[in-house]
């Protein structure tokens, strides 16, 4: 047992338990008791990212770690890894926190990788100089090459030791590896007209089991209001972003707009030239079989393009990065992110003026999210974005729906960076007015204030001025309670430093044995008031 206690000691295992409530806590996972079959995808997220976290280890290795966290949480992570002493590898898209936490990026390009020391801005700076170098070096390679092309043509004696040398050389930089720019894509469809009504929603309110997936096995969850009475009236050319935490609802919201789901009570009215076009976190495709040029046709042959062109559907895969052999590949060989760049393609050939994307940015590399951000720029339809990503949110929306933890939906007309920062700077008036009233709370007494240390009651003497009739049952009564907690307190201490064997109630001991102690400090202090 004492070998025992001097691993748990050394390890700080007695606060394990706490380490893991208090890192749940922070992710916003309050109950922990819930079964882990329950949770729905982001909580379960959370649950392996506080099982990474919370394990003592020198090194952290996370796979897209922000994607299916809300933007609270992965502020709190950014923060959290920030300050880590622990190395930290990891894999995201997330450009706000590359920039934040890295300070080394590798890239992994044409087969392959090399490291560019310094955060994501920085990467990008050397990304440009590079380019601008490798393109002037190919200039000047191919200077060279038209006078070698012209010597050669000649048909120069080849039997000499200098030109045969100069032949091999020659050889050499025309098959060199060529610098290879990355190769644009452009999303440019020929818009709808947008009718004067585009969508009402009147009193929508919807209840779901909030946080969590409904417990089949157990009967019906218990509901909470995910949206309560929301009531707004789009208007043409809108770029809104939905905020909120994990369970607060987003994708419940869309789904009502767009039919997949029912309000429990309230309306949703669509103006006749309004048309939707739904991204889902998940896109199904009901025959992976199809090649990539089967599944574009089935929805359209010819395409019409912003600047007047007419495309047919190879030359239009060709636009959006699909060009050669990939369009005759079966969807199946596709990777993820290939797959929901081609889901979005056939999305954006049927000319929606009305465009839904629920957390579009999983899975697709840096660059293609940079042309998204440049095709939302310009799209002059209605845009509604559920986005995890900060830096996209801030690109492509200009008001929020913020959804609130009651239900209620509020507007803020800004960018979510400016959103966040408004935020922070609310929790810290918050806690500055805390810590303002704080002295007013512990003033129970003048005589309880003006003392530095809280002194154990003594025996039950004289006192220096006369308590009232309710003052005296008070003080009574305080002794008795005082009793009984320092004799709980002396219990916990017992069991604390061994008497029960079952270990896994430690944390429920100690937590117990901290509340108590804040509990008598109140209590002596006001029996040391009451006694004056």
Known sequence: YDELSELMEKQDLWNYEAQIRSILSMLGIADMTRRMGT???GMVKKVALAQVLVEDTKLLLLDEPTNHLDITTISWLQEYLGGTKRSVLMVTHDRYFLDAVCNNIYELAHRHLKLYQGNYSTYLEKKETEAEIEQNTDRRIEAVLRVERDWLMRGPCARGTKAKARIQRDEQLINREKFQADKGFSFEVKGRRLGGKVLELHGITKNFPKGYA??????????????????YTFTAGQKIGIFGDNGTGKSTLLNIITGAVQPDSGTVAAGVNTVFAYYQQNPVFKDTSLSVLEYVRESAELIAMNDGRTLSAPQFLEEFGFAGKIQYSPVSSLSGGERKRLFLVRLLIGNPNFLILDEPTNDFDIFTMNILEQFLAGYTGCLLVVSHDRYFMDKVADTLFVLEDDGSVSGFVGRCSEYIEYR???????????????????????????????????????????????EQREFEQLEKDIAAMEERQKELETLMSGADSDYSRLGEYNSEYQKLGAELEMKYARWECLAG
């Open 39 to 41: 949770l729905s995808g």
């Open 214 to 231: 409904p417990a089949a096995k157990d009967g019906p969850a218990e509901t909470t209001p995910v949206l309560r009475d929301f009531s």
């Open 424 to 470: 922070r700077e609310k929790r810290e008036q918050a806690e500055a007015a805390e810590k303002a009233a704080e002295p007013e709370k512990s003033k129970i007494c003048p005589a309880a204030s003006a003392q530095q240390t809280v002194p154990v009651p003594p025996d039950t003497g004289a006192k220096s001025h006369k308590l009232s009739f309710k």
